[in-house]
C-alpha cells in the first residue's frame, strides 16, 4: 500500500512540474508577443510555403513541404542566448518575402536543431494578433502554440512538418494585452466554452474571435469570414503599419491569419526528461523526491517549518552583497520548506541572491553545492564569491579535470595552511 501511495505521489508531482513547465514555456521568450522581435529564436513564414493553413486545421497534423523550382540559397542563422536577449529586445527583423528564403530558412533551422536537439524546440503558433497598443508596445504574436517536429529526406530535399502536442493558447499574449479584470472575464466566460482540439474547424476559430472582439472591441476588431487561406507575415506586418494604431471600430489589434514555424529556446530539456521518467517510475519507494515530500508514515509532508528551525530575523542574515526585502525573505524561506523555487527574469538579482544565500549558509557552518544546466551561469556566481577575498572557502567544477582538480587541491592546502596555526 505504501509503495502505490509512493509511486502515485513521485508520478502527480512529476506531472505537475511538468505541466508548469509547459505554462512557463512562452513567458521568458519574445516571440509570444512579438514574433519579429528580439534574437532568441528563429522563424519561418509558413504562407510562403503552403497556401493554406497546414496542420492545425487538417486532419492528420501534418504536412509535406517540397523544395522551390527556384535553387534556395543559404541563409544564416544567428541567435542569442536568453541571458543576452535585453540587448535585442526592441530590435525587430524583416520577414522574408519569397518561397525559396523561406526554405533555405527552414532547412537551415532543421539543421541546426539536429546538432543540438536539446535546448531549442520547434513550435507552430497561428494565427497572430497584430497590431499596436495604446501604450505603443507592438503586438505580432500567436494565439496558439503547439509543439511540431521536423523531419527532412535528403534524398527528395522534402520537409515534413507534424503536431505534436496539443494546442496551448498563449496566455502570455493575453497577459500583456487584457487588464486584470478582462483577463479574468476571459478566463471565466470565454475560456471554459473554448474547443481546443484538433483539428480546428474554421467557423468555430470564427465564433472564438468574434467574441473576443465582442468582449473586448476597444482592443480586438471584427472577424468576418475566416478561412484557412494563409496571409504572409510581411503583408501582415506592413498592412499594420500602414493603418496606424487602430484597425476598423477603434479596435488595436486584428487577428491575421499567419502561421510562423518558431525556432525557440526549449525550456528545462533535462529537466523535462527527468520529471518524463519519474511519471513513469515502477517503484518510488525509497526515492529522494518522496523523501522531500512523505514523511514515514507514508503521508504527505505539511509545508511547516522544519523540526527544530528557527526563522531568521533579517539583521541576523549574513548578505555581504546587496539585496532587497523580497530576496533577504528567502533565507527566511529556506527555514520553512525543504524545496523552494526563485523566478525572475534576467537583470532582477537573481545571481546576487545566490551568492548571498552561499554566504549566510556558510556562516551557520553549512555546506552549500550550487549547480546549473549551464556553467556560464555558475562563472558569475564564482566570479562574485571571490570578490569576497575568500576563494579558499568554495570550489569550482567549471574547468576540465585537471584544472578543477588543481584549483581543488591548491585550495584545500590554503585551507589547511589557515588552520594550522589555530590547531597548533
Known amino acids: ?194 474547443e481546443s482540439a484538433l483539428p480546428m474547424k474554421p467557423d468555430e476559430l470564427e465564433v472564438f474571435f468574434q467574441k473576443l472582439a465582442n468582449a473586448f472591441p476597444q482592443i480586438i476588431a471584427r472577424v468576418s469570414g475566416w478561412t484557412p487561406k494563409l496571409k504572409r507575415i510581411a503583408d501582415a506586418n506592413t498592412q499594420t503599419r500602414m493603418r496606424g494604431n487602430l484597425f476598423a471600430e477603434g479596435a488595436a489589434l486584428r487577428v491575421e491569419p ?52 528557527r526563522e531568521p530575523q533579517l539583521e541576523e542574515l549574513v548578505f555581504p552583497f546587496k539585496s532587497s526585502e523580497a530576496q533577504r525573505r528567502v533565507a527566511q524561506a529556506i527555514e520553512r520548506h525543504q524545496v523552494i523555487y526563485i523566478w525572475g527574469p534576467p537583470g532582477t538579482g537573481k545571481s546576487e541572491t545566490i551568492c548571498n544565500l552561499v554566504c549566510h549558509l556558510v556562516a551557520q557552518g553549512k555546506t552549500v553545492l550550487v549547480s546549473s544546466q549551464k556553467p556560464k551561469a555558475l562563472e558569475v556566481v564564482a566570479d562574485r564569491l571571490n570578490c569576497l577575498g575568500t576563494d579558499y572557502l568554495h570550489m569550482t567544477l567549471l574547468k576540465g579535470d585537471k584544472k578543477s582538480a588543481g584549483c581543488i587541491e591548491s585550495r584545500t592546502g590554503t585551507v589547511g595552511r589557515l588552520l594550522k596555526p589555530i590547531s597548533s
Request: glycine residues 6%; contains cysteine; proline residues 7%.
Open 1 to 194: 500500500m505504501r509503495r502505490n501511495k509512493s509511486t502515485n505521489l513521485s508520478s502527480q508531482l512529476a506531472g505537475y512540474y511538468l505541466k508548469g513547465l509547459e505554462q512557463a514555456r512562452s513567458v521568458t521568450i519574445s516571440y509570444a508577443v512579438n514574433l519579429l522581435s528580439g534574437r532568441t529564436h528563429g522563424y519561418v513564414d509558413l504562407a510562403l510555403l503552403c497556401d493554406s493553413e497546414p496542420l492545425m486545421t487538417t486532419p492528420n497534423g501534418t504536412v509535406n513541404i517540397r523544395p522551390p523550382k527556384t535553387r534556395p540559397s543559404w541563409v544564416a542563422v544567428e541567435l542569442t542566448d536568453t541571458e543576452e536577449a535585453e540587448a535585442f529586445a526592441d530590435l525587430e527583423t524583416e520577414p522574408d518575402t519569397d518561397q525559396a528564403t523561406a526554405f533555405a530558412r527552414l532547412c537551415a533551422l532543421h539543421q541546426k536543431h539536429e546538432l543540438n536537439p536539446y535546448d531549442r524546440e520547434f513550435l507552430y503558433g497561428y494565427p497572430h494578433l497584430v497590431g499596436t497598443l495604446p501604450n505603443s508596445n507592438r503586438i505580432f504574436g500567436p494565439i496558439w502554440i503547439m509543439p511540431c517536429q521536423v523531419r527532412r529526406n535528403l534524398a527528395t530535399g522534402t520537409v515534413e512538418l507534424e503536431l505534436i502536442g496539443d494546442p496551448e493558447l498563449n496566455m502570455h499574449l493575453f497577459r500583456i494585452i487584457l487588464s486584470q479584470a478582462q483577463l479574468d472575464f476571459f478566463q471565466k466566460q470565454i475560456l471554459p466554452q473554448t
Open 258 to 309: 499567419c502561421a510562423a514555424l518558431i525556432f525557440a529556446t526549449r525550456p528545462q530539456y533535462y529537466l523535462r526528461a527527468d520529471l518524463e521518467a519519474l511519471q513513469t517510475i515502477s517503484d518510488a519507494n525509497g526515492s529522494v523526491i518522496v523523501a522531500l515530500f512523505e514523511n514515514a508514515e507514508g503521508k504527505v509532508k505539511p509545508p511547516d517549518k522544519r523540526q527544530g528551525s
